[in-house]
């Protein structure tokens, strides 16, 4: 059954990978499933078709014959649950790397994002320089509790798992900041991450759509 | 097998059942699991023994045999997939329960903790009044959205689920801004999530901890 994902028809990221249909293309590619992409343009991401699919106007989506799924999360889950390579097959590790996914999202994440909204919507406002450091706080924060469990050691639980998939993930939105730098072993987790041969695949189809939408018109 | 919680030894929200381990409670009370709490003082959360079991200092946790436990979403989550009442029999339906509960957690709750931190943490500050409309209407866009895919509907897919208990639970956040109240069909979803005998289990067994633990020294 064919699987079709959305992502945005010009990624406003110059190329970095950082939009969500990366995360999902590299699940797929972990779990070897081929796939196909329907880009989307902004305008269309609001419109009823687009909105049918996924509620809140985003990418990416996920159909597969009659099942579709939006919320990049799900998706990740869905795969990770239904194919093997990513998640141990012992029960109670499996629930722990599902922990993992669950605190990037919503423990990890929430403050990269708030960071994101800084810069990306109040980079004009009066208040921008001197509120800039609180938010990164935030962000430090997390990144020295995250820094202390990981250690020295490869992955967060074991072999890696849509646990890193997703952490690494969110920890990519954090490299143009520079953030990340003050926690070496992270980098080197992030670094680990971007050196499977599975993300190399998801990033570098995600650069040629990039570059492909960025070509100058013929 | 024994399931014990961690919840705050003293509620910092007043009795109002805000604090993440209602969720976790909500969800046991719906698939019926007894459980025990061991409440932690916010001193304790950030020592060692807790940060064993919960690497960002925060509850809930969740500890049953061997198993252990952290982040609310994956133990709702956890629970509901163990356990029958929290999630449909269909494996399509169930992936897209799943999907909701992705999507309060890491689309609809992630501005409503940037609220959440402008009121908490920086009330004080010069720019405060005029940075809350910015933050109060990137939650709005997303009630906006959701308000639309509920319509009249009585539960997001279906009968109540998984996903379902989360969005409510998020949404319940609100409650104090009353940012809510523009929406009525979302106001009146919160408050069948509410009526549930299971939520209201949760609801009084925090509100009994919280009354016990603000109770004069006798």
Do not use: C
Not at 88 to 117: G, K, Q, S, Y
Not at 150 to 171: C, N, P, Q, R, Y
Not at 176 to 204: K, T
């Amino acid at each position: 059954m064919t699987i079709t994902i959305t992502a945005f028809e010009r990624s406003p990221d110059g190329g970095r990978g950082l939009a969500r249909d990366t995360r999902v293309r590299w699940a797929l590619e972990e779990v070897g499933l081929p796939y196909e992409v329907r880009f989307v343009s902004f305008r269309a991401m609001k419109e009823p078709a687009h909105l049918a699919l996924h509620p809140f106007g985003q990418i990416p989506t996920y159909e597969e014959g009659d099942l579709a799924l939006f919320e990049t999360g799900a998706i990740v889950f869905h795969i990770a649950h239904r194919h093997a390579g990513l998640l141990p097959d012992d029960a109670n590790a499996r629930a722990r790397a599902i922990t993992w996914m669950f605190a990037a999202l919503n423990t990890v994440e929430p403050p990269i994002l708030e960071l994101a909204n800084a810069r990306l919507l109040e980079s004009d406002k009066s208040w921008f320089e001197e509120r800039l450091p609180l938010v990164e706080d935030r962000v430090r924060n997390r990144l020295k509790q995250l820094s202390a469990r990981l250690g020295d050691a490869e992955w967060l639980d074991g072999a890696f798992s849509v646990g890193d998939l997703m952490m690494v993930s969110v920890l990519l939105r954090l490299k143009p900041s520079g953030l990340l730098n003050e926690f070496p072993n992270l980098v080197a987790y992030v670094a680990r991450g971007e050196a499977r041969p599975a993300y190399e695949r998801a990033f570098d189809a995600q650069l040629a759509a990039y570059r492909a939408s960025h070509r100058p018109a013929d």
